[in-house]
T-cell receptor, first 113, second 109 residues
Framework: EPEVTQTPSHQVTQMGQEVILRCVPISNHLYFYWYRQILGQKVEFLVSFYNNEISEKSEIFDDQFSVERPDGSNFTLKIRSTKLEDSAMYFC???????????FGPGTRLTVT | GIQVEQSPPDLILQEGANSTLRCNFSDSVNNLQWFHQNPWGQLINLFYIPSGTKQNGRLSATTVATERYSLLYISSSQTTDSGVYFCAGFKGGTYKYIFGTGTRLKVLA
């Protein structure tokens, strides 16, 4: 069964450093998403991406964040200058269409020290 | 934006017991998903259920879209059912699911 994969599973970085989180969505899906979950809290939407453009972004997704689909299979989230409050689990998801079922990757746990 | 409330926030069951988890929406949604977050943090898709009732083994879900709620039934609970259950709603014209606050379930052997 196809699945969304994410790398790395855990990343530790120092405040102010840049991080890139990577995702490989399900191959026939066209819509891609990033969500995050601060420890013990609910899952929050960050951004959706379709046809090489951002479709929607939340207030959390400020100028420090960017997304890219650098090739036909990868989808990345970059945080330019990490802050302590960026520590969270980051989930990638993909779907065939915007209202279709979304499938989530296993997550990348980002720890900013 | 849509607010999604889940109840109860916490639930402790003895193995073999049944339970009902509820998800309420502040506005109408076009689609709805239920997820189980296991102890390793993974989000497992349980149901994609914009309306009606679906069953998968010991789990079933019912969404009453006109009344803006969904229910998740767990029968004959097992310790492996422990974790956090989230519902998430999708509203047309947007590109995102809004997650609820979750129900933390612990099943005791």
């Amino acid at each position: 069964e196809p699945e969304v994969t994410q790398t790395p599973s855990h990343q530790v970085t120092q405040m102010g450093q840049e991080v890139i989180l990577r995702c490989v969505p399900i191959s026939n899906h066209l819509y891609f998403y990033w969500y995050r979950q601060i420890l013990g809290q609910k899952v929050e939407f960050l951004v959706s991406f379709y046809n090489n453009e951002i479709s929607e972004k939340s207030e959390i997704f400020d100028d420090q964040f960017s997304v890219e689909r650098p090739d036909g299979s990868n989808f990345t989230l970059k945080i330019r200058s990490t802050k302590l409050e960026d520590s969270a689990m980051y989930f990638c998801a993909s779907s065939r269409g915007p209202s279709y079922e979304q499938y989530f990757g296993p997550g990348t746990r980002l720890t900013v020290t | 934006g849509i607010q999604v409330e889940q109840s109860p926030p916490d639930l402790i069951l003895q193995e073999g017991a049944n339970s009902t988890l509820r998800c309420n929406f502040s506005d109408s949604v076009n689609n709805l998903q239920w997820f189980h977050q296991n102890p390793w943090g993974q989000l497992i898709n349980l149901f994609y259920i914009p309306s009606g009732t679906k069953q998968n083994g010991r789990l079933s879900a019912t969404t009453v879209a006109t009344e803006r709620y969904s229910l998740l039934y767990i029968s004959s609970s097992q310790t492996t059912d422990s974790g956090v259950y989230f519902c998430a709603g999708f509203k047309g014209g947007t590109y995102k699911y809004i997650f609820g606050t979750g129900t933390r379930l612990k099943v005791l052997a």
